[in-house]
T-cell receptor, first 115, second 106 residues
Framework: NAGVMQNPRHLVRRRGQEARLRCSPM?????VYWYRQLPEEGLKFMVY????????ESGMPKERFSAEFPKEGPSILRIQQVVRGDSAAYFC?????????????FGSGTQLSVL | LAKTTQPISMDSYEGQEVNITCSHN???????ITWYQQFPSQGPRFIIQ???TKVTNEVASLFIPADRKSSTLSLPRVSLSDTAVYYC???????FGAGTRLTVKP
C-alpha cells in the first residue's frame, strides 16, 4: 500500500516561470492538505481540498497560487510567475476523512528552488 | 480553532526521558490531540494520539490531564535518532505551530 506520493522531489524554476507540484494521496484517501515550510520554520497551512472541492484555502496567497484535486488524478499545487520568495519545501498530506481523530499521512515533499 | 503552544527547543542526552508539553487552552470537547515527528528534509509522521488520560504505544506515551488544556509527550530513553521537530495538533485544526526542536546529544 503506497504512501503519499509527491513529485517532483526537487524542482528548479527561474523567476517568472510556472511551478506545478503533484500529490497522489494514499489509496482510499479523499482529503488532501498542502503545506509550505521555510528552512528552520514550522509547516504553514496553505489549502485543504476534497475531491473536486476546495474546502479551505485561507492559508494560500490570493495571487499566483492555485490548487485543485480533480476527480481523477493527483492533486496539483500550481504557482504562476514564481519569485525567489516561493523557494521552500512543499508538503502534502492526505487523510481518509474529516473525523475529529483523523491522522495525516505526509509525502516526502517537493523542494522548490527559484533562481 | 484551538491554538497550541510548545517550547521552541529542548536539549537532552542519550538514554534520558524527554517530556514535551503542549498547551491548548481552547480545546473543544470533541478535539483529539495528535503528535507528529519531523526529521530534516522529510514530511512529518504520526507518533501518537489521545483524547484523555494516558495513551502508550511502542514509541511514546501521551499524558492528558482531566481539563485537557495541555498534553505531554513522553519519549523514554531517547537516542541520537530521536533528534527531530515535534508538533502537537488539536484536531480538527490542521494548522501546525513552530513545533519543538529536540536535540539529543551523546
Amino acid at each position: 500500500n503506497a504512501g503519499v506520493m509527491q513529485n517532483p522531489r526537487h524542482l528548479v524554476r527561474r523567476r517568472g516561470q510556472e511551478a506545478r507540484l503533484r500529490c497522489s494521496p494514499m489509496k482510499g484517501h479523499s482529503h488532501v492538505y498542502w503545506y509550505r515550510q521555510l528552512p528552520e520554520e514550522g509547516l504553514k497551512f496553505m489549502v485543504y481540498l476534497q475531491k473536486e472541492n476546495i474546502i479551505d484555502e485561507s492559508g494560500m496567497p490570493k495571487e499566483r497560487f492555485s490548487a485543485e484535486f480533480p476527480k481523477e488524478g493527483p492533486s496539483i499545487l500550481r504557482i504562476q510567475q514564481v519569485v525567489r520568495g516561493d523557494s521552500a519545501a512543499y508538503f502534502c498530506a492526505s487523510s481518509p476523512g474529516y473525523a475529529t481523530n483523523e491522522k495525516l499521512f505526509f509525502g516526502s515533499g517537493t523542494q522548490l528552488s527559484v533562481l | 480553532l484551538a491554538k497550541t503552544t510548545q517550547p521552541i527547543s529542548m536539549d537532552s542526552y542519550e538514554g534520558q526521558e524527554v517530556n514535551i508539553t503542549c498547551s491548548h487552552n481552547n480545546i473543544a470537547t470533541n478535539d483529539y490531540i495528535t503528535w507528529y515527528q519531523q526529521f530534516p528534509s522529510q514530511g512529518p509522521r504520526f507518533i501518537i494520539q489521545g483524547y484523555k488520560t494516558k495513551v502508550t504505544n511502542e514509541v511514546a506515551s501521551l499524558f492528558i490531564p482531566a481539563d485537557r488544556k495541555s498534553s505531554t509527550l513522553s519519549l523514554p530513553r531517547v537516542s541520537l535518532s530521536d533528534t527531530a521537530v515535534y508538533y502537537c495538533l488539536v484536531s480538527k485544526n490542521m494548522r501546525f505551530g513552530a513545533g519543538t526542536r529536540l536535540t539529543v546529544k551523546p
